[in-house]
């Protein structure tokens, strides 16, 4: 089974901490991707990356940063958190050639106060 | 932009009657299509995958393509309340999903 697991379920920090949010999958896929989760706003692609040490915006990078130092680990940062950072965030990950589906960890549900 | 649009919801179905959730996409050149099923407060969890015209099916569910009007569809049979979640359909397009936004599904017992 694949597994992929985020550090942690649930996170609250204070406005202008720098927030770590954790992802490691044990399948080898080359991609891996972190999106947020809004009511009625659907998944949002934050940053993806398709190699060790690659990243790649996606819809909405700001106030974000990654990193991918080993496959198996994806980090997203948040570097001075603010309210409107209080989401659900998903990671995934998936094999690099075309048309194979994603799979997401448990979700980490951070609130910013 | 390449789309996925889906109907929000919610969408009320008695149990043990077909449910039918639907899905366009804007991109033609896509491949790939994937239902997910999302709990409250869970993460998206693989249900169908689909990659040529016609249809697909998996116990309960069938999954309907139709690439020349660029709909995909997911046909749940008896439906049972656990199948009251979230159903998001998702795109292959140059190596990433593109995703709707999901369609909320109720089955009332």
């Known amino acids: 089974d694949v597994k992929v697991t985020q550090s942690s379920r649930y996170l609250v920090k204070r406005t202008g901490e720098k927030v770590f949010l954790e992802c490691v999958q044990d399948m080898d896929h080359e991609n891996m991707f972190w999106y947020r989760q809004d009511p009625g706003l659907g998944l949002r692609l934050i940053y993806f990356?398709?190699?060790?040490?690659?990243?790649e915006k996606g819809d909405i990078p700001e106030g974000y940063s990654v990193s991918r130092e080993k496959k198996e680990r994806f980090s997203l940062i948040l570097e001075s958190a603010s309210t409107n950072q209080t989401s659900m965030y998903l990671c995934?990950?998936?094999?690099?050639?075309?048309?194979?589906?994603?799979?997401f960890g448990q979700g980490t549900r951070l609130t910013v106060v | 932009q390449k789309e996925v649009e889906q109907n929000s919801g919610p969408l009320s179905v008695p149990e043990g009657a077909i449910a039918s959730l639907n899905c366009t996409y804007s991109?033609?050149?896509?491949?790939?299509f994937f239902w997910y099923r999302q709990y409250s407060g869970k993460s998206p969890e693989l249900i169908m995958s689909i990659y040529s015209n016609g249809d697909k099916e998996d116990g309960r569910f069938t999954a309907q393509l139709n690439k020349a009007s660029q709909y995909v569809s997911l046909l749940i049979r008896d439906s049972q309340p656990s199948d009251s979640a979230t159903y998001l359909c998702a795109v292959n397009s140059n190596y990433q999903l593109i995703w709707g936004a999901g369609t909320k599904l109720i089955i009332k017992p």
């Open positions: 995934a990950s998936s094999l690099q050639r075309a048309g194979t589906e994603a799979f």
């Open positions: 990356s398709y190699d060790v040490k690659m990243k």
């Open positions: 991109d033609r050149g896509s491949q790939s």
